[in-house]
């Protein structure tokens, strides 16, 4: 949040519509992405109740546990749910990609495409999460034995609720979460965490406002939850009458069930491709395909090497948790800043912030060549007339915004205007490639704020984790306990 | 009977008084610069029916899925004089509980009086401090001054006596997974833990015993994992503590309050009742929408007269602190020239909007 965010929800107050606060898309959007809209029974740490999902609008697929206590009923569902989407996995495959040999001459592919997964909001990928984590360890063979596809699918669920945390990753996306990085309503983050109150806002109905628009979705009678909680007046007068006339073996209890589970999901998952539609309509940032291609990369690791691997661990080993801390971190840095070099409206929080500057030339020596050196170097200098509260200190390295590669570093700070010193981006002779240095009047943009402005750290292999976090580790092997843990 | 319960009798309309909760205390000190909140809080007021008078119905509906999950859980934990409770206190913290007494004091039949429960809580309590004797007691009943008022906590907690300390125990029908909860849920039961632990440590300064005859570390006990066994972790409430003490000493004196409202304003329910709980003014924020059952009707309000806090705090506070959202948008378009004070804010909002502006201009 900043006051240009801030700026944005109160003009969105008094025009009663949201207000965009990017200019691009900065997710990736797959063609046919898996939407997901799970129901959860209250209460429980993450018992399933019903699920709507499909790739297509038109043909949205219903799972359904109609006694969620049930432990085989429970089991039954995952074995649904694990068919529909391990399909949507290998079906998202697309072909494979030779890349040049790694380092130490490994093959290495990648896969053309790679499988996405939407949710309505965070809850919805928490869910996920936790579905992953009580599927993942179960047996197929031996006592409390589990269809093939359930430890398969909780494994899958699970690096899927990783990657999500992966600043700048859309293999799994919360809705919710990716509307709210494009918009900005005239309402607070609670309320926004409303699905449908969150597009009302941003695509209201024919002949309604934002307001008016947020006003009935806030009514679960007409806009039910977009789950995973249920709406607790459905529960009470609808779901548990339902539930006990199938306890009873009561005729069509099961069809009555499904029925009424259908008109709690069928808003939401309508909710959801209006979102896709909204999202497509956007045009796709500059970077969002070289952070897919990072997703796919990821991907295919996984895909490739599922076959060898065990169930992810209930809690990360020290080393590995400390790799994904540093490559959490670094993603968020290029991410942000990305993000700015994609889209002016982000920039413009880097420039409010003072860590980046806008303007127009007002004075270039392009060809001027620093000669203190053993060598002369093409060092061109340019005056930058700015309104902008620069706040970045003399020496500081920046690049251009519209061209990362020109880079240079400020010489000197005056009022309303920055003296910058050109040093790399020029091409490799004494005078700069023609159209590289900008000319007096044109208008530029510099940030300080660098994607990659950290090296990957080296962490030590898990035979050598150090005493100090414990010393090295087993591999996780799972148990006959994890297998026959309880999902009452 | 003082002015003040006079006053506060007269603003509940007749009506009995509600008990405070945990959650309402801890609610209350979320927002303690509510004087709405404040006022029919100590009046006991049921805001509940308050709201729905007003047309604008809390939306805190329970399943009863999750109660009776919630129930069976507390029952099965605490079956045969808490058996499996302390079989998890014994092994999984390794605790040597000796021998155990257990204790219900909750009302045994017939309708006893809040302030007969609390004596034979306080009675009880005083000789377990004294003698050193009895484990557990369970459903205590304890009192708290909220805003120079006594509120009757029922908590939902046992009081759990060992080696001579006694120690929360709350029972939460959430469940810790792989070690882990969901952080919302253990912060609203730290904060919950937090009002008992300093409800019962005024209570033991009153009997004479020290204070830290209370500990500040609680027992959490949640279904482990997916299962219905419970699991027992051990919660260190000194931030809340503090938190709490200090919000309680901030909370603005519900008789100070009282002398600025009009002498015959009620809560009673009646055509006046909208215009009597505007009489009482209201800090909204986002997150009453979570604990205050009047939160609907005074997000309405607080809408209809753009305020920025409706947004958030955080947008009221990069806003510097401008309470309107017209003067806002007045001040970021340059047609209000800004007061010295809000000279900073002004220049920042101006320059919000024109990079906004620019950057638009120049997508488009």
Redesign the interface.
């Known amino acids: 949040?900043?006051?240009?965010?801030?700026?944005?929800?109160?003009?969105a107050?008094?025009t009663g519509r949201a207000q965009?606060i990017a200019?691009v898309r900065h997710c990736h959007l797959a063609e046919a992405p898996l939407v997901m809209v799970p129901l959860k029974?209250?209460?429980?740490?993450?018992?399933p109740l019903a699920m709507m999902l499909g790739t297509r609008p038109s043909d949205p697929t219903l799972l359904v546990v109609p006694q969620p206590r049930n432990r085989d009923l429970r089991f039954a569902f995952a074995a649904d749910l694990a068919k529909v989407v391990l399909d949507h996995i290998e079906a998202s495959r697309g072909s494979v990609e030779q890349l040049p040999p790694g380092r130490d001459g490994e093959e290495r592919t990648r896969y053309s495409d790679a499988p996405q997964l939407l949710v309505p909001n965070r809850g919805g990928v928490a869910f996920l999460r936790?579905l992953g984590?009580?599927t993942r360890f179960r047996r197929t063979e031996g006592p409390y034995a589990v269809d093939a596809a359930v430890p398969a699918l909780g494994r899958w669920l699970t690096w899927f609720g990783e990657r999500h945390d992966h600043p700048g990753s859309s293999l799994l996306l919360a809705m919710t979460e990716v509307l709210r990085l494009h918009w900005a309503t005239?309402?607070?983050?609670?309320?926004d965490g409303n699905l449908a109150a969150l597009l009302g806002w941003i695509d209201p109905p024919e002949g309604m406002d934002g307001?008016a628009a947020a006003a009935r979705a806030e009514d679960?009678v007409v806009c039910p939850p977009a789950g995973p909680a249920?709406d607790?007046?459905f529960?009470?007068e609808v779901?548990?009458p339902a539930m006990a006339a199938y306890q009873q073996n009561a005729p069509q209890a099961e069809e009555k069930i499904r029925a009424a589970l259908e008109s709690q999901l069928a808003p939401t998952w309508e909710l959801m491709w209006r979102g896709v539609r909204l999202l497509r309509a956007l045009p796709e940032g500059a970077s969002v395909p070289a952070r897919w291609e990072r997703d796919r990369d990821a991907f295919t690791h996984f895909h490739q090497t599922f076959g060898e691997g065990y169930p992810q661990a209930?809690?990360d080993p020290p080393v590995r948790a400390a790799r994904r801390l540093h490559e959490l971190e670094r993603a968020q840095e290029s991410y942000e800043a990305q993000r700015a070099f994609d889209?002016?409206?982000v920039?413009?929080e880097h420039?409010?912030a003072g860590e980046a500057f806008?303007g127009v030339v007002t004075e270039c020596d392009p060809t001027r060549l620093d000669e203190t050196g053993k060598r002369p170097r093409l060092r061109p200098r340019l005056w930058v007339r700015t309104?902008?509260?620069v706040r970045l200190e003399p020496g500081t390295t920046v690049c251009s915004a519209d061209r990362p590669a020109l880079k240079g570093r400020v010489v000197k700070l005056a009022e309303g205007a920055v003296l910058l010193e050109l040093t790399g981006g020029m091409g490799r002779r004494l005078t700069p490639e023609p159209g590289t240095v900008p000319q007096v009047g044109d208008r530029v943009c510099f940030t300080s704020r660098v994607a990659d402005s950290w090296g990957v750290a080296r962490f030590p292999d898990r035979e050598e984790t150090p005493w100090t976090h414990g010393g090295p580790t087993e591999d996780y092997v799972p148990t006959d306990e994890d297998a026959a843990?309880?999902?009452? | 009977m003082t002015d003040t319960a006079l006053a506060l009798e007269r603003l509940r309309g007749g009506a009995p008084p509600r008990n405070h909760d945990a959650r309402t205390i801890a609610a209350l000190t979320a927002n303690p610069g509510c004087a709405r909140r404040g006022v029919m809080d100590a009046a006991g007021v049921d805001k509940d029916a308050v709201a729905r008078a007003l047309g604008f119905p809390a939306?805190f509906?329970?399943?009863?899925?999750?109660?009776?999950?919630?129930n069976a859980f507390e029952a099965k934990v605490k079956a045969d004089g808490c058996a499996e409770l302390l079989t998890l206190l014994r092994d999984r913290l390794g605790l040597t509980v000796p021998e155990v007494s257990y204790a219900d004091l909750e009302v045994v039949g017939g309708n006893e009086g809040r302030e007969l429960r609390y004596t034979r809580t306080r009675r009880l309590l005083a000789r377990a401090l004294e003698s050193g004797e009895g484990t557990l007691f369970d459903h205590p009943l304890l009192r708290l001054d909220i805003a120079g008022q006594p509120a009757y906590l029922e908590p939902d907690v046992i009081a759990f006596q060992l080696g001579g300390r006694f120690h929360v125990i709350e029972i939460k029908?959430?469940?810790v997974?792989?070690?882990q909860a969901e952080p919302d849920q253990v912060a609203a039961a730290a904060r919950q833990s937090a009002v008992y632990v300093l409800a019962l440590r005024r209570l033991v300064t009153e009997l004479g015993a020290p204070a830290d005859r209370v500990s500040h570390e609680v027992f959490l006990v949640c279904?482990e994992?997916?299962?219905?066994?419970p699991t027992a972790s051990l919660l260190d409430v000194r931030p809340q503590l503090a938190v709490l003490e200090r919000q309680l000493a901030r909370l603005t004196r519900v008789d100070r309050i009282l002398e600025t409202l009009p002498d015959d304003l009620t809560f009673a329910p009646g055509e006046a009742l909208a215009d009597a709980v505007r009489a009482v003014e209201a800090r909204y924020a986002?997150?009453c929408?979570?604990t205050c059952e009047m939160a609907f009707f005074c997000r309405d309000e607080a809408?209809a007269c753009?305020s920025?806090g409706?947004?958030?705090r955080?947008?009221r506070d990069?806003?510097g602190g401008v309470e309107s959202?017209g003067t806002?948008?007045a001040l970021?378009d340059g047609t209000m020239e800004p007061t010295p004070d809000l000279a900073e804010t002004a220049a920042?909002?101006r320059?919000?909007?024109?990079?906004?502006r620019?950057?638009?201009d120049?997508?488009a």
């Open positions: 949040m900043s006051a240009l965010t801030s700026l944005a929800q109160l003009q107050v008094a965009p200019t029974l209250a209460g429980e740490a993450a018992a936790l984590r009580s005239g309402q607070s983050a609670v309320e307001p679960p249920t607790p007046t529960d009470n779901l548990a209930r809690r889209d002016p409206l920039m413009a420039r409010l806008g309104e902008d509260p843990e309880e999902w009452s | 939306q509906g329970q399943s009863q899925f999750a109660i009776t999950r919630g029908s959430f469940a997974i792989d070690g279904p994992n997916f299962s219905n066994r986002p997150e929408m979570s809408r753009g920025t409706a947004l958030g955080s947008v990069d806003l959202i806002a948008l970021a920042q909002l320059l919000a909007a024109r990079l906004r620019e950057a638009l120049g997508a």
